[in-house]
Every structure is written in C-alpha cells, then in structure tokens.
C-alpha cells in the first residue's frame, strides 16, 4: 500500500498496544536477566492506557495526533526509565514533524527520525549503549532508505533492521539503566527495550501486510 487513512493507522497503533500487552511476559523474562524485570508491566500498562484512550478519542484530526496521545499516556503513567523514553519516542515523532493526513513511507521516515533525536535527546544513549537506541537506529535509517516505497516495503526493512539491532545488543556493555551495573555480565543478553521497539516495527509490518 502507498499510504494509510488516519483510521488506519490508528487500528495500526492499536494492534501495536495489543501486541505489546501480549508480549508483558517476555518483556519481563528478558528484563529480568540483566534489569530488574519490570519492563514488561511497565509496557504493557502504558499500552493499556494508551489503548483506552485511542479507543476513546478517535477519530483524530491527523497522524500526529495518534502519536502525541499515546505518548501522553505513556509518560503519564509509566514509571521507570522507559515510561520517559518510550513516552519521548511517540511525542517526539508527533511534534517535530508537520500535521499529516495521511501516512506514506516519507512520512513514517520523518516522524521516526523525530522520534529517534528525541529519545537521544532525552536519554543521551547512542548506538551501542545496549538501549532501546540499538533497535530504533537502524530501523528509522532504513525507513529512510525506504522513503519512496510502498508502506508495507518501508516497514518491512524497519523490522528487519530493528530485529538485527537486537541481536547486536548481545554484544554490547550496558552503560544506562539499571543493567548498566552489571557491566561486563551483561554481555550475551538482548536489551528489553529494544525487543520492545522489534514488537512494535514487526506488528505495525503485519498490519501494512494484510491491508
Ligand atoms: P527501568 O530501567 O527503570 O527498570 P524499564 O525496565 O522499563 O525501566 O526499561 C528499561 C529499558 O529502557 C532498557 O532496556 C533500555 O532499552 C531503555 N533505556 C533505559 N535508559 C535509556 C536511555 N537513557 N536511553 C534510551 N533507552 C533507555
Ligand atoms: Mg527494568
């Protein structure tokens, strides 16, 4: 598909909600090995929230509108160090970026560049700090390759790239979060944060596939 309708990509982000709130147990499994295991419930209850209120406010005027309301809702009810950072994620990419009425490869690559700067912004990890940053990188760098292509193309490449950000967390010393005080141990361990960015590019790709 070339773009999505704003109700689309809202039943998108909704799906995006769900699969995060599937995935609470996983999140927390992978969290515990090198964090403190709360990853996956503080996740998937700010996906709760943000879900109630996309049911809740639809429809939106615009993409923008989408975005800034889940990461409302995120940064109002999650704590921890990803209630700021995934909140940052979906507000950046909704501020920065000009209102749009439909959603296309260009657009997606813009709103998560907006994201990406202000997660970096706000959290200072760059590439290879074994953050949620070694997953989001490379999947809004191939989003920008992907401009031109069709959405279910676009994302498929983001989903890609996010899944091999996440191997590569293996190889990386955690230098935030609580893992960072395990140092060299947490080699060998995928971040939590940045299997969360893999759920969401791999369902937000489901979703542009079976449209
Ligand atoms: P907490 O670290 O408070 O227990 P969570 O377990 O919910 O919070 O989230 C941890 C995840 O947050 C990490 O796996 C990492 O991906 C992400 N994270 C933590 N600090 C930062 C940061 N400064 N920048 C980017 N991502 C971060
Ligand atoms: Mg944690």
Redesign the pocket.
Known sequence: MREMTVEQATDMMLHVCDAIIGQKQYLAEV?SRI??G??GA??AGGMEKAKAALEAKRPFPDINTIFRTMGMEMIGS??????V?FGSMFMGGARDVPSAQILDSDILAKMMRASLDA??H????QLG?????DALEPAVLALERQACAELEESLKAAALAAEEGVEKTKDYVAK????KFLGERTLGYE????V?VRVIFQTMKEYAEVQ
């Open positions: 969290d964090g403190d709360d990853h503080g996740m999650m704590g921890g160090a990803s209630g950072i997660v970096k706000r959290g200072k990890a700090d074994k953050t949620m940053v935030f979060g609580r893992a971040d939590a944060g940045a969360s």
